[in-house]
């Protein structure tokens, strides 16, 4: 499978704990981005890489949201504290960068995070 | 900031009829998407549109660009059982170089039901 993988597929955790998610973009692609979705909304956005930098951020992610791409393939989210408000479905997205800007983003099946 | 408003929330339709829904900005896009989103999983990227007016199709998916850049509909013709789910629209926008921002802002989506 060469599509966008994330891991885990489901976390539950306790509040308080912390928890990190793995995301495995499209190979070559440049960028890289984390969205979160609530139920019955839209996909928000969190933050993005191009390559190893981390271009953007939303005023969504609090002070105990990092996220981090080493090496520019894999990227990882960690929260700190979680509280019950994080439960979401965490969804990571990749993308090339072609001419003029044209882009197409694909998505990862998300991780669903419950906080307890 | 940038909201997309689409329409309609949802959609109860019979076995064989055509679809229609659309998408519009208070802001100007350089490219839309559509995607589409089934319970517990990520959304499945459907169609691209990079230039004003364009028209571009992917089997019984017809979507087209808003020549405002403002706006733009996704029309589905013949719809089957296995075209319910949730459809989103979202946006990108690009700097004046033409590279594009990186974050996409997303509909609050279409919930579509067929009925056989």
């Known amino acids: 499978d060469t599509g966008v993988s994330q891991d885990p597929r489901h976390k539950i955790t306790k509040r308080g704990q912390n928890v990190t998610f793995r995301c495995d973009p499209i190979?070559?692609?440049?960028?890289l981005y984390w969205y979160r979705q609530t139920l019955g909304q839209g996909p928000e956005f969190l933050t993005y890489?191009?390559?190893?930098?981390?271009?953007?951020k939303s005023r969504l992610l609090s002070d105990r949201f990092s996220a981090e791409r080493p090496k520019g393939s894999f990227s990882t989210l960690e929260i700190q504290r979680t509280e019950q408000g994080d439960s979401a479905m965490y969804l990571c997205?990749?993308?090339?960068?072609?001419?003029?800007?044209?882009?197409?983003?694909?998505f990862g099946q998300g991780t669903r995070l419950t906080v307890v | 900031g940038q909201q997309l408003n689409q329409s309609p929330q949802s959609m109860f339709i019979q076995e064989g009829e055509d679809v229609s829904m659309n998408c519009t900005s208070s802001s100007i896009f350089n490219t839309w998407l559509w995607y589409k989103q089934d319970p517990g999983e990520g959304p499945v990227l459907l169609i691209a549109?990079?230039?004003?007016?364009e028209l571009t199709s992917n089997g019984r998916l017809t979507a087209q660009f808003g020549i405002t850049r403002k706006d733009s509909f996704l029309n589905i013709s013949a719809s089957i059982p296995s075209d319910v789910g949730i459809y989103f629209c979202?946006?990108?926008?690009?700097?004046?170089?033409?590279?594009?921002?990186?974050?996409?802002?997303f509909g609050q989506g279409t919930i579509l039901t067929v009925h056989p």
């Open positions: 890489f191009q390559n190893e930098a981390q271009l953007e």
């Open positions: 549109l990079y230039k004003a007016g």
């Open positions: 190979s070559e692609h440049n960028r």
């Open positions: 997205a990749s993308s090339p960068i072609k001419g003029q800007g044209n882009t197409e983003a694909f």
């Open positions: 979202a946006g990108l926008g690009h700097n004046a170089g033409g590279t594009s921002y990186g974050k996409l802002t």
